[in-house]
Antibody, heavy 118, light 107 residues
Framework: QVQLVQSGAEVKKPGASVKVSCKASGYTFINYGVTWVRQAPGQGLEWMGWISAHNGDTKYSQNLQARVTLTTDTSTSTAYMELTSLTSDDTAVYFC???????????WGQGTLVTVSS | DIQMTQSPSSLSASVGDRVTITCRASQSITSYLNWYQHKPGKAPKLLIFVASNLYSGVPSRFSGSGSGTDFTLTISNLQPEDFVTYYCQQSYSHPYTFGQGTKLEIK
């Protein structure tokens, strides 16, 4: 079965960077994309960006484009999301999700809580 | 960017009721509209894709309709586990965007 397993919770200081991993199994990794979504406390879902596991093509939210980088390692079927220059507004649960190719997300990771606090 | 507006933001209903949630896009997205269910502390779950297609394993009491700019999610015969939050999401063009969510509460 399809599984996306994310790395564990992180606590970071303002100005630092965080890198969250998302290891995929149960499907052919390079045949799909990976989308990243976050949810801040008490807020809705925010689409952050997408990466093609086939060729590394990326799309980013304009709000985050300057600070977020999505990458993949096809040898380990793992996707990564790195966010720099963290502020308290980046405190959120970060999710990876498999993009079926039609732009909908049919399998999700369990979420990774990133807390930014001094 | 395409803006997605859901209404209502919250909705009270009873077990067994039928409810409808609306999602409006700021421009035509043809049928590229998806619906998710999100329970607290869990990953979102895909319910409906491309406006009206029920995702595998999702109960048939969930249905979606619409095209262009206006879409609806209907839940019939509400069950206790349905009282959570629902989001629409457009997949017409990047950046893909979500609606702000509709919280379904027990009356």
């Amino acid at each position: 079965q399809v599984q996306l397993v994310q790395s564990g919770a992180e606590v970071k200081k303002p100005g630092a960077s965080v890198k969250v991993s998302c290891k995929a199994s149960g499907y052919t990794f390079i045949n799909y994309g990976v989308t990243w979504v976050r949810q801040a406390p008490g807020q809705g879902l925010e689409w952050m960006g997408w990466i093609s596991a086939h060729n590394g093509d990326t799309k980013y939210s304009q709000n985050l484009q300057a600070r977020v980088t999505l990458t993949t390692d096809t040898s380990t079927s793992t996707a990564y999301m790195e966010l720099t220059s963290l502020t308290s507004d980046d405190t959120a649960v970060y999710f990876c999700a498999r993009d079926d190719g039609g732009g909908y997300f049919d399998d999700w990771g369990q979420g990774t809580l990133v807390t930014v606090s001094s | 960017d395409i803006q997605m507006t859901q209404s209502p933001s919250s909705l009270s209903a009873s077990v067994g009721d039928r409810v409808t949630i609306t999602c409006r896009a700021s421009q035509s997205i043809t049928s590229y509209l998806n619906w998710y269910q999100h329970k607290p502390g869990k990953a979102p779950k895909l319910l409906i894709f491309v406006a009206s297609n029920l995702y595998s394993g999702v109960p048939s009491r969930f249905s979606g309709s619409g095209s262009g700019t206006d879409f609806t999610l209907t839940i019939s015969n509400l069950q206790p586990e349905d009282f959570v939050t629902y989001y629409c999401q457009q997949s017409y063009s990047h950046p893909y965007t979500f609606g702000q969510g509709t919280k379904l509460e027990i009356k």
